[in-house]
C-alpha cells in the first residue's frame, strides 16, 4: 500500500522539509515537479499550497497533509462544516522558527483606529477572507472584506482601511509603519489526514508513526545530549546544577566510587553550564547532538 502525503509548497516548504529530515526522512524536490522522491516507499509525496491543503485532504485526493491551523480553519469556514479533516498532530513550527505565528488585524501608524469596532464599514484586506469574516461578524460589526492577492502589508491606507495578515515577529508590519490592533487567530502547523484514510488501519499506523518521529524531531530542537563521569561523593552537588527534561539517568560504572549521568538539557544553557560542571568534578563530559525525543 502507498500513503499520500501533501506537503506544503510555499513559506512552508523548506522548513517542513527540514523538519523531515531530522525525523529520518530524506525528500528530494525537483523545481520542475510536484511530485518530490522520499527513501520511504511506502509514501508518495506530492507539493501543494498550505492554502488548498485541506481541501484536497477532505476530498480524499490525498490522505494526509501538512498546513496550517488557518488554511484547516479558512477551509472549514468556506464549506460550512467542520472541514472533513481530522488533525492528528500539532506541529508546532513555522517558516522562520519553531514557534507559532499569529494572523493580526493592523492599520496604519497614524491612523485613528483603535479598535475592531472603529472599523465599522470600512475595508479589511486579507488572504483569510472567511476566517476574517467570521471574527468581524463576532465582533458585531460590519465590514468589507477584499481578498488579497499578495503584498498585503502595503494596501493601507490608499487600497484598505486595515489589513488582517500573518506574522511572526511583527518586523514587517513594523517595516511598513503598520500598528497591531487585535489578534485574529493564532496558528501553527498540523497533520491533518481524510477521517477515511484513518480507518484503514495500515494508513492510521503509517500516519501516526509519521507524527511520531515529526513530533520527536520538533521535541529535540534545541536541545542536547550530556554525559560526564562523577565521584558519588559529589554526586547530589552535579545533581543540583542539571536541569533535566525529566530525571538525569545515574548509571554505575566499574569502579564503585563513580557513575556515569546523563541528561537533556536546553542547548543554549551548555556553555555557562560545563565550566560550572567542571568545577564541581565532574570528568569525561561529553555534548553530543539530538535528532528525535520521544517522551
Known amino acids: 500500500m502507498t500513503l499520500k502525503l501533501g506537503l506544503p509548497k510555499g513559506s512552508l516548504q523548506d522548513a517542513t522539509i527540514q523538519l523531515f529530515a531530522r525525523a529520518g526522512f530524506n525528500i ?10 522520499i527513501d520511504d516507499e511506502e509514501v508518495k509525496c506530492l507539493l501543494i499550497r498550505a492554502q488548498e491543503m485541506a481541501r484536497y485532504v477532505a476530498d480524499g ?16 469556514a468556506a464549506s460550512g462544516r467542520a472541514g472533513g479533516v481530522t488533525p492528528v498532530a500539532d506541529l508546532i513550527y513555522a517558516k522562520q522558527s519553531f514557534g507559532r505565528v499569529k494572523w493580526v488585524l493592523a492599520v496604519p501608524e497614524n491612523s485613528p483606529f483603535q479598535r475592531p469596532e472603529d472599523l465599522q464599514d470600512k475595508t479589511i484586506a486579507t488572504e483569510l477572507v472567511r476566517v476574517t469574516e467570521a471574527y468581524f461578524t463576532r465582533h458585531g460589526v460590519p465590514v468589507n472584506v477584499e481578498f488579497s492577492w499578495g503584498a498585503t502589508e502595503v494596501k493601507p491606507p490608499v487600497l484598505a482601511d486595515a489589513i488582517v495578515e500573518v506574522t511572526e515577529t511583527g518586523s514587517s508590519l513594523r517595516a511598513n509603519r503598520l500598528r ?3 489578534t485574529v487567530l493564532e496558528s501553527n502547523t498540523q497533520l491533518i489526514a481524510n477521517p477515511q484514510a484513518l480507518i484503514d488501519d495500515w494508513k492510521r499506523v503509517k500516519i501516526e508513526n509519521i507524527a511520531l518521529l515529526l513530533g520527536a524531531a520538533i521535541e529535540a530542537q534545541g536541545r542536547v545530549g550530556l554525559m560526564m563521569n562523577v565521584a558519588r561523593e559529589n554526586l547530589s552537588t552535579i545533581l543540583s546544577l ?6 538525569p539517568t545515574v548509571s554505575s560504572l566499574s569502579d564503585e566510587g563513580w557513575v556515569a549521568v546523563n541528561t537533556i538539557i536546553e542547548e543554549r544553557t551548555v556553555r555557562e ?12 563530559i561529553v555534548e553530543y547532538p539530538l535528532n528525535k525525543i520521544v517522551r
Open 180 to 182: 497591531i490592533i487585535d
Open 61 to 76: 485526493v490525498i490522505d494526509a497533509g501538512l498546513t496550517g491551523l488557518d488554511w484547516v480553519a479558512e477551509h472549514a
Open 28 to 37: 528530494n524536490v525537483n523545481s520542475r515537479s510536484y511530485y518530490p522522491t
Open 273 to 284: 553550564l560545563i565550566p560550572r560542571l567542571k568545577a564541581a568534578n565532574a570528568s569525561g
Open 242 to 247: 542539571l536541569p533535566a527534561l525529566q530525571r
